[in-house]
């Protein structure tokens, strides 16, 4: 189990707080989308994906984001038990949606580099930090029920 | 993965902006890796770095004044980094996966100090020339 202390419990609930779930969701995967285009293998059926402005623009794309954001924000509310909370998405991602996990580390790297984008300097180091560890951790429990 | 056209105008664009305060990102780079990815102080037991260290200060100069030259010279990145990439390969043989992780910094600290540069094609270029710049840098390493 993961260990979180008080100070990264806190530095990821205060830029949790910063965040406009939609906005950044919708960000990050159109940014994914756009920086590692084979990414694009996954959603052959959004529609036009044809440019970045096509991309960033694309009402599934948004709507995915906000969906992918909104259960990093589950999360977050569940620091503890991350396993579990993944293990049926982790499942689906596997079995059905057959999705290799280095695109979950893709999409966190990406998700960190939007967040630095809205917060500017207030994303310190230690907020860097503890947000890597944060993604990192997601994907290897969105990883973990891979077979 | 080649750069286009467009990629290199792209860095281009963002090093013109960035212009003499590129030391400083360069530094603030460092300083991120470090602290996000601790395992990459490893490969530095020589230096101080405690936060705002004059080492890492120098040494993000270095880093910089070598990604500004790659930039100036981004038709032959090959040519322009052959003496760093012959020193990575021979003498300090850090890691490939550590070019990826100075390079994620560097995008970060682009982000937090001109995120309006950071457009998502810009981004796409820039995270293609850091790659491109660490492929040049280990491709002697065996």
Known sequence: MVHWSAEEKQLITSVWGKVSVEQCGAEALARLLIVYPWTQRFFSDFGNLSSPTAIIGNPRVRAHGKKVLTSFGEAIKNLDNLKATYAKLSELHCDKLHVDPENFRLLGDILIIILASHLGRDFTPACQFTWQKLVGVVAHALAHEYH | ?142
Not at chain 2, 20 to 49: I, S
Not at chain 2, 60 to 83: M, P, R, Y
Request: glycine fraction near 8%.
């Open chain 2, 1 to 142: 993965m080649v750069l286009s056209a467009a990629d290199k105008s792209n860095v281009k664009a963002v090093f013109a902006k960035i212009g003499g305060q590129a030391e400083e990102y360069g530094a603030d780079a460092l300083e991120r890796m470090f602290v996000t990815y601790p395992q990459t102080k490893t490969y530095f037991p020589h230096f101080d770095l405690g936060k705002g260290s004059a080492q890492v200060k120098g040494h993000g100069k270095k880093v910089a004044a070598a990604l500004v030259e790659a930039v100036n010279n981004i038709d032959d990145l090959a040519g322009a980094l052959s003496k760093l990439s012959d020193l990575h390969a021979q003498k300090l043989r850090v890691d490939p996966v550590n070019f990826k992780l100075l390079g994620q910094c560097f995008l970060v600290v682009v982000a937090t100090r001109n995120p309006s540069l950071l457009t998502a094609e810009v981004h796409a270029s820039l995270d293609k020339f850091l790659c491109a710049v660490g492929t040049v840098l280990t491709a002697k390493y065996r």
